[in-house]
């Protein structure tokens, strides 16, 4: 028999504070983002972030995490997540996802972007633009999903329709519930899965982190124990946002806007919280 782990459902005032922690994410994260450029090292993005949350009085739940030395993961190329910042200054052409999360009233957050310092090649450009696309996807299918799984579904099929040069979709690394803890029950799974539970209902909140590579599937992790890098040296990109289910609707919660702008051409509008 499987046991299914306990989810963890919110309610809406919990589901608020979470909102709060979110954005004070997305702000941190457009902050790192606006100081990528060539010649900037991984280190003074971090600290670029780090900044944002102590003004917002907000704490990192990556630094310490597991004894990880950083409060965003910054992985570069062909690093595909929990690369550490330091030293690396940014050079012509590299592609970054920087993953952050932040803790506001012990209630977590955590999303990724991919960005492109200086001059983008366009396999690059096409790479990080699917990948985003792709967690939109799963967040639209998350508004009418019954099942956790349906996301992954919704993800493997946008990715496999798209035209050109095929994409693969990792899958040694998932999205997960969060809430009083950063990683919780469910696993979200980017692709097309039998295991398609638990069911979803009001007060559930997930993070969607889909994660592409132009070449395939399999990883390594370097010899620091963090830095995930794809085997065959391909590049990767992630993209990652922390969503509420609640009685009315959807709402991301790491979106100032809840994801309407990208929402709305796919048919959802998300519906703001409420106590
Ligand atoms: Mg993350
Ligand atoms: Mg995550």
Redesign the pocket.
């Known amino acids: 028999m499987f046991r299914q782990p306990k989810v963890e459902y919110k309610t809406g005032e919990q589901m608020l504070v979470m909102r709060d922690a979110g954005l004070v994410l997305s702000r941190a994260l457009d902050e790192a983002v606006a100081a990528v450029r060539v010649g900037v090292t991984t280190a003074e993005l971090n600290g670029v972030f780090e900044a944002v949350l102590q003004e917002e009085g907000a704490t990192s739940n990556f630094l310490g995490y597991h004894g990880f030395p950083a409060s965003i993961c910054t992985s570069v190329n062909h690093e595909v997540v929990h690369g550490i910042p330091g030293g690396y200054a940014l050079q012509d052409g590299d592609i970054i996802s920087i ?1 952050g999360g932040a803790v506001v009233r012990g209630w977590h957050s ?1 999303s990724a972007r991919t960005v492109i310092a200086g001059t983008p090649r366009p396999e690059d450009v096409r790479l990080s633009r699917i990948t985003e696309e792709a967690m939109w996807r799963g967040i639209a299918a998350l508004a009418s999903a019954r099942f956790v799984g349906d996301i992954g579904a919704a993800i493997d099929d946008y990715v496999s329709s798209v035209p050109g040069p095929a994409l693969g979709i990792l899958e040694d690394y998932v ?2 519930g969060i809430g009083t803890q ?2 919780q029950a469910p696993d979200v799974l980017n692709y097309r899965s039998s295991n398609r539970a638990p069911k979803v209902r009001p007060g559930l909140c997930l ?1 969607i ?1 889909p994660m592409l590579v132009q070449g395939g599937l399999q990883t390594t992790v370097l010899d620091d124990d963090w830095t995930v890098v794809t085997t065959d040296g391909r590049r990767a990109s992630q993209w ?1 946002h922390s969503v509420a289910v609640h009685d009315a609707g959807i709402w991301v919660l790491s979106a100032p806007d809840g994801g309407a702008s990208r929402l709305e051409p796919l048919g959802v509008t998300p519906v703001p919280l409420h106590a």
């Open positions: 993953d955590d999205g997960h950063m990683h993070a982190e990652e």
